[in-house]
């Protein structure tokens, strides 16, 4: 069973950059699919983006051109670039992971999550 830890989030204005860790408490990344989530209040939680095992990304149109997921097996933490930040990105993202490490372009069936990490934008 994996845990993970978030790091990474603060304040931030509009127009900056933020970069999002996740440290994984065992090597997860070629059996696992891995995934960055985000739920802001009032709001139900939402995909931001996944990475599979050969290393293919999706991200949500909502953050792309803008986020990027990545990894370092190495490290075996997941990381999430996110730049461009506008207000309505505040929200508290998760890293997450489901077994198995094809995705299926689907942000469902996650089952091991971290804690959260705050990110807020400011106009």
């Known amino acids: 069973q994996v845990q993970l830890v978030e790091s990474g989030g603060g304040s931030v204005q509009a127009g900056g950059s933020l970069r999002l860790s996740c440290a994984a408490s065992?090597?997860?990344?070629?059996?696992?699919?891995m995934g960055w989530f985000r739920q802001a209040p009032g709001k139900e939680r939402e995909g931001v983006a996944l990475?599979?095992?050969?290393?293919?990304?999706l991200h949500a149109e909502s953050v792309k051109g803008r986020f990027t997921i990545s990894q370092d097996n190495d490290k075996k933490t997941l990381y999430l670039q996110m730049n461009s930040l506008k207000p309505e990105d505040t929200a508290i993202y998760y890293c997450?992971?489901?077994?198995?490490?094809?995705?299926?372009?689907?942000?469902?069936?996650?089952?091991?999550w971290g804690q959260g990490t705050q990110v807020t934008v400011s106009s």
């Open positions: 997450a992971a489901k077994d198995g490490g094809y995705c299926g372009n689907s942000f469902r069936g996650f089952g091991y």
């Open positions: 065992t090597y997860t990344f070629s059996i696992y699919c």
């Open positions: 990475l599979n095992m050969y290393g293919t990304t």
